[in-house]
Structures are given as structure tokens and as C-alpha cells.
């Protein structure tokens, strides 16, 4: 008898304790509703404010793309067409007169092989300053710091005088090479070089794995996002790179396409179409290898903040 009555306050006990937490998850259940009620203007407003931040930045491009299809007239007409109603071709039959491939082949040449090499120097010389003990190795980073705050353009007269001594002007190499060892690709490198863990770097040691092969199987995969978003920056920088290039070119065949395409402004008079329908072919590149490595640049800059 006396276990029936302990039966049953222990079933009234879990029956309360049911009753208390089904009060609960509903209470739980109405501070969610009112939640979402109080935040939803908020959340709309966000929604707003970000689809006319995207329409804002993406109206240039538009207008470029759209602008590379109208004729002279069109596009300097006021108030403006906002899109081609009688689309032409003039404007690419206007550029590809001019060698244009010539100048797509040298921004692709230089733009890849600067985007490779300073990919790998920031990573070996970031590797090498996060984790190896040597002499001097605070001053060099204090260096590499301190030239991270110098325009390119204070060190641009020195360079092209050294450069016309080895006579590398108008070469690849002198477009090429002065780009290589970029404070900030090393910088970030070394930033992200510090997050690997020394016990695995211990481990390959005692397995007896040479400084080569830890670089290469177990440092480099575990910097690939950061490879990726350097990767993005380097070919961008120096896609965009029209200062240099400009000092340091002589010859049309040395070109690169955003230099070119600038030369087709003429004294008194520009062909805004032709120079549209040159800014768009000159932004594709930059577009498709953004896409390509968007996830490792997304996991790059986010790995980075998190860290830091």
C-alpha cells in the first residue's frame, strides 16, 4: 500500500514537473513570437538598407556594360538612355582595331605570374617569421611594417632608376619583379602562420620529416584559405596597377589592357563607348577569378577576424 501511495506523488510529481516545463516551452514559444514581432521593422529595414547598398554599387557596372552597347550621341545624351532601346557594336568593332589581345595576353602574363610568386615568397617568408627564432627577426618585421605605411609612389622614382640600370624597363621582368616581395602578402602570412599549432610542426619533425616537406604537407593546406584571399588581392592590385605600369612601359606591344584602353582617350575628344567597352572587358577577369576564389576568400577574411 505504502508503495502504491509513493507511486502515485512520484507520478504527481513528474506530472507537475511536465505541466511546469510544457508552461515553460510556451512561454518560451510566445517571447519568440514577440520577439520576431518587435524585430521584423528592424529586420525589413536591414533588407532595405542592403538592397539599396547592392543597387548602388552594382548601377556603375550596369551603366558601363550597358553604355560599351550605345552609339556616341546616346551615351552623352542628357537627360540619359537607361538602357540601349537600338543596340550597336561599334564601340567593339572600335576596340579590337587596336591589339587588344595583346594586351589582355600581357595583364593576364603579369597579373598571374606576380599573383604565384607573391603567393609563395608570403608564404615561406611568413612561415619562416611566425615560426622560426633567428637574429634580427623582430627588425625585419618592423621593417616590413614600416614599408607597408610607403606609397608606392615615394619609392617609384628609386625604383625606375633601378630599374633602367639592370635594363628592365619595358620588360616582363621589370614589371614582374619589383611586386614580388609584398610587405603586406608577408604580413598576412605570418599573421596566419602564428595559428598553427607547433605540435604538429614537432610531430613531422620526430617522424622525420625534412623543413620542405612539413612546408608543403602540412603548412601550406593549412594556409590555403589565406593563400586564396592573398591570391584575390595580388592579381586585383595588380590587374588594377595603372600608375606603374605606365611609368615603366614604353613600347604598345608591352601594354596591358587598363593602360591601353587609356590610351584611347584622345586630346579633344573621348569616345565614351569604346572606352565602356573597354572597362568592361578589362573587369571580366577581375569578376571570374573573384568567383573562383570567393570561398577561400570568404574562409581567408574570416579566419583572419577570428584570430587575428
Same mark, same amino acid.
Given at each position: ?7 502515485? /506523488? ?10 511546469? +516545463? ?42 558601363? #556594360? ?31 582595331? &587596336? ?21 609563395? #615568397? ?38 625606375? /632608376? ?34 598553427? !599549432? &607547433? ?6 619533425k620526430m617522424d622525420g620529416a625534412s623543413q620542405i616537406r612539413t612546408f608543403i604537407s602540412i603548412v601550406? !593546406?593549412?594556409?590555403k584559405p589565406a593563400i586564396g584571399a592573398l591570391a584575390i588581392f595580388t592579381f586585383m592590385l595588380s ?9 615603366? /612601359?614604353?613600347?604598345? +606591344? ?19 563607348? #569604346? ?34
Amino acid at each position: 500500500m505504502g508503495n502504491i501511495v509513493k507511486s502515485q /506523488t512520484e507520478y504527481r510529481g513528474h506530472e507537475e514537473v511536465n505541466q511546469t +516545463d510544457l508552461k515553460t516551452r510556451k512561454q518560451l514559444v510566445r517571447a519568440i513570437k514577440k520577439s520576431k514581432f518587435v524585430f521584423r521593422p528592424f529586420r525589413i529595414i536591414s533588407i532595405l538598407i542592403l538592397t539599396l547598398s547592392a543597387i548602388f554599387f552594382i548601377f556603375p557596372f550596369y551603366w558601363i #556594360v550597358t553604355g560599351a552597347f550605345k552609339a556616341q550621341v546616346v551615351a552623352t545624351t542628357i537627360p540619359p538612355e537607361w538602357f540601349p532601346l537600338q543596340p550597336v557594336l561599334d564601340n567593339w568593332i572600335t576596340l579590337f582595331n &587596336n591589339p587588344v589581345w595583346r594586351w589582355t595576353f600581357n595583364s593576364f602574363f603579369i597579373s598571374f605570374s606576380e599573383m604565384v610568386a607573391v603567393c609563395f #615568397v608570403s608564404a615561406t617568408a611568413g612561415f619562416v617569421l611566425a615560426k622560426k627564432v633567428f637574429p634580427g627577426r623582430k627588425l625585419i618585421f618592423t621593417i616590413l611594417i614600416a614599408a607597408m605605411a610607403l606609397p608606392k609612389q615615394v619609392i617609384l622614382v628609386p625604383l625606375f /632608376t633601378m630599374l633602367a640600370d639592370f635594363g628592365w624597363v619595358d620588360t616582363y621582368k621589370g614589371l614582374i619583379l619589383p611586386a614580388i616581395g609584398w610587405p603586406f602578402g608577408i604580413f598576412l602570412m605570418k599573421q596566419f602562420s602564428q595559428t598553427i !599549432p &607547433n605540435e604538429l610542426l614537432e610531430a613531422a619533425k620526430m617522424d622525420g620529416a625534412s623543413q620542405i616537406r612539413t612546408f608543403i604537407s602540412i603548412v601550406l !593546406p593549412m594556409l590555403k584559405p589565406a593563400i586564396g584571399a592573398l591570391a584575390i588581392f595580388t592579381f586585383m592590385l595588380s590587374w588594377n596597377d595603372y600608375f606603374s605600369q605606365l611609368v615603366i /612601359t614604353r613600347s604598345t +606591344d608591352m601594354m596591358t589592357l587598363p593602360l591601353g584602353v587609356a590610351t584611347m582617350q584622345g586630346e579633344y575628344k573621348t569616345d565614351y563607348g #569604346v572606352m565602356m567597352a573597354g572597362a568592361t572587358l578589362a573587369s571580366i577577369p577581375m569578376i571570374t577569378i573573384f568567383l573562383l576564389f570567393q570561398k577561400s576568400f570568404t574562409q581567408g577574411i574570416t579566419l583572419g577576424a577570428v584570430k587575428g
